[in-house]
């Protein structure tokens, strides 16, 4: 079935790619950005789910390397140990919460002070406000992740073939993330621009933020070699859980009620038949 | 909605009230014994999903309500929260996202349905009056719903559809501050846009108290066309009509719980997963799906104030429409040239949405303005005249005996042997 699906996708997808370059429309809407590569996460299709040893993974990437400029304000720690998630152990958020320090207050004498993080605190973000980061990042504001993999897309497709493919496929949110950790390269022609770096897969070709990955940057704990490519799948795939972390309780709750309400469709057929037989 | 007891109760307490107050009477009349037209084919099951699906919006509705916030600082993430914290929040906030989406493919299935089957013709005129004034609430009501969650599209959503009224000469700008509630749309344009989204939902609910009622005096319509004659073309309400709409309704709620449970950000924007910003436009601004059709109508005249008059007058000819159809004969299975003129208005209708969709340049303006100018000539020129000239194949005198020559035919077919 999903075999079928895949391929019957794979033929839209070459045939709108075909008939776009034949005919010479830019691709992307948005401004001519290149196709997101579509990565075969484990979360994707109906049954899919996170990979709890990757969303671990994609924690210690985010931590290490992107929460240094960019904040993720919706998540707090207790969700790392949350069902569905990357699954850390009550013990393990301890320790991750109290590694960091945040604002609380005002005490008794109306004075705001730090503690240690716990697990009920959400993820402090590396700015004070916007405009802290906005200056600190040369004018460019590092986005908030807590959403990217949903408020972004991979790929755009010619209107007569995206319904079909989006649906099967979805809008490759976390392809996008992959993508861009991935597609830094030299730009063409040797063109420099002040403060940007070049990257086909951004939907300007030129971002503000330099390629964050580097071999090694990270070293995992199950000993996972921690090249720029598993970086990039591991940190996409957390974002993913981090933008949609109740995920697997609303596939899994689908399933039942999909069954459920399947079986009942068939049974209220059969009486309305019984019903109007004795009609005709 | 009739006056007093026709019934004889054997239950003391029942006959106590029902002489009081004849509710029992009148549940028993209007939603049991019924007379119902027992052709009706499965186009007709589509009022009692709409029901369903307004019963389902109310109830997520007043759910979300309970822990949404509706202030410019605080919305985003009280939906965020939703989502994240409160128990099956999830799937509360997305069943009633997509919800709005499955009321309006229901709504528009049958308004279809009204047009190919002629119901809006005398003697229910009323009944489609009412239907064309639930719809302008149901759009208002989902317009104002989108921009609750506050994120981009829902911020320049509201800013360009309020916009529109600046077209309106004279006034323009003062109906916008107005309607604002302010100079921009901020923090007073949600706490409004909050109170009317709870607010219209009660007026529908009204509004489709009366399109039953008003149902419940002329009766139902039916695939012939021709009026009930007698009893043997009807059966009753309960329990053929209600068995078979519960099926119906199982069956479309499994392709909404589809979309929710495993797709339910495809009819979405993925740009309003950002929060509102004032200072930054999004690349593209469209509405929701269902406005698309709409949308395409007012981007495709040059003229701004022409095109809002134009999108408005695209509903509002509904109203005229049962003095615009001159044909007597209702349904478009006696009607071979009106059937024609549907479907083709039909695929209109899906063009103008598919237009809508994009951006307003080039070919898509040029289409958007050939089938704005084919929808209105529908409705203006070819119905009034077909009716005139239009031959309409002969009507069979009864609905039973439609019934009886179908299933005659139907059982000739089958005793032929197969060749």
């Not at chain 2, 939906?79 to 919800?99: C, F, M, P, S």
């Not at chain 2, 007073?188 to 939902?201: G, I």
Request: one cysteine or more; hydrophobic letters at 45%; glycine letters at 8%.
């Amino acid at each position: 079935m999903s075999k079928t699906m895949n391929k019957i996708v794979k033929f839209l997808t070459t045939a709108a790619l075909a008939t776009t370059l034949a005919s010479g429309i830019t691709l992307a809407a948005g401004g001519g950005n290149k196709l997101a590569k579509d990565i075969d996460f484990s979360f994707e299709g109906i049954f899919g789910k996170y990979d709890r040893a990757q969303l671990q993974r994609g924690y210690l990437v985010y931590k290490e390397v992107c929460a240094a400029c960019h904040s993720m304000r919706l998540v707090s720690f207790r969700n790392l140990s949350q069902p569905g998630g990357p699954e850390f152990s009550e013990e393990q958020v301890k320790a991750i919460a109290a590694g960091f320090e945040v604002t609380d207050g005002p005490n008794e004498d109306g004075e705001m002070f730090q503690r240690p993080a716990v697990p009920a605190d959400r993820f402090p973000s590396p700015f004070a406000n916007v405009e802290a980061a906005t200056s600190a990042n040369g004018g460019a504001y590092p986005p908030d992740l807590s959403l990217v993999t949903k408020s972004r897309e991979g790929w755009h497709f010619p209107w007569y073939v995206s319904p079909f493919i989006k649906l099967v496929k979805g809008g490759g949110g976390a392809e996008y993330v992959y993508s861009l950790l991935i597609g830094y390269e030299d730009p063409p022609h040797g063109e420099e621009k002040e403060g940007l770096h070049y990257n086909p897969y951004f939907s300007t070709q030129w971002l503000a933020m330099p390629n964050p990955l580097n071999e090694d940057a990270v070293e995992y704990a199950d000993g996972t070699k921690a090249s720029v490519d598993q970086m990039a799948r591991d940190v996409s795939a957390f974002m993913a859980w981090a933008s949609e972390p109740k995920m697997e309780e609303r596939k899994r709750t689908g399933f039942f009620i999909m069954i459920y309400l399947g079986i009942l469709s068939v049974l209220m057929f059969l009486v309305k038949k019984k019903i109007w037989r004795d009609l005709h | 909605m009739s006056g007093h007891s026709s019934y004889e109760f054997s239950n003391p307490v029942v006959k106590w009230l029902d002489s009081r107050l004849p509710i029992v009477t009148m549940v028993k009349a209007q939603a049991m014994d019924f007379p119902t037209p027992k052709n009706l084919n499965y186009w007709w099951t589509f009022g009692g999903i709409l029901a369903t699906m307004l019963v389902i919006q109310l109830i997520t509705g007043i759910v979300l309500v309970m822990h949404y916030t509706p202030h410019v600082d605080m919305a985003f993430d009280s939906v965020e929260h939703i989502r994240r914290d409160v128990n099956y929040g999830n799937i509360i906030q997305k069943l009633h996202a997509n919800g709005a989406s499955f009321f309006f493919i229901a709504v528009y299935i049958h308004m279809f349905r009204g047009l190919y089957y002629g119901s809006y013709k005398a003697p229910r005129e009323v009944l489609w009056m009412i239907g064309v004034a639930i719809f302008l609430a149901m759009m208002a009501t989902g317009f104002m719903g989108y921009v609750l969650p506050w994120g981009q599209m829902s911020f320049w959503g509201a800013k360009v559809i309020t916009n529109l009224f600046s077209a309106i000469p004279f006034f323009g700008e003062a109906i916008v501050t107005w309607l604002w509630g302010g100079f921009s749309v901020d923090n007073a344009t949600l706490q409004r846009f909050f109170s009317l989204h709870y607010l219209l939902p009660f007026v529908l609910c009204a509004l489709v108290f009366l399109h039953v009622w008003a149902l419940h005096v002329s009766g139902n319509g039916n695939p012939v066309g021709v009026e009930v004659k007698s009893g043997q073309d009807t059966v009753s309400f309960h329990p053929y009509y209600t068995m078979k709409d519960l099926f119906a309704i199982l069956v479309f709620l499994l392709f909404l719980f589809g979309f929710v449970f495993f797709s339910p950000d495809y009819l979405g924007h993925p740009i309003n997963y950002v929060e509102a910003n004032p200072l930054v436009t999004p690349a593209h601004i469209v509405p929701e799906w269902y406005y698309l059709p709409f949308y395409a109508i007012l981007r495709s005249i040059p003229d701004k104030l022409l095109g809002v008059v134009a999108m408005f007058a695209s509903i509002l000819i509904l109203f005229i429409l049962p003095w615009l159809d001159t044909s007597k004969v209702r349904s478009a299975t006696y009607r071979p040239r009106y059937r024609q003129l549907f479907w083709i208005l039909v695929v209109v209708c899906l063009g103008l949405g598919v237009c809508g969709a994009q951006p307003a340049e080039g070919g898509w303006v040029i289409a958007s303005r050939i089938l704005t100018a084919w929808y209105f000539l529908h409705f203006l020129v070819f119905l009034p005249l077909l009716g005139l000239f239009e031959t309409p194949k002969p009507l069979p005198s009864s609905i039973s005996e439609s019934v009886l020559a179908k299933q005659a035919a139907k059982s000739t077919a089958a005793a032929q042997p197969a060749e």
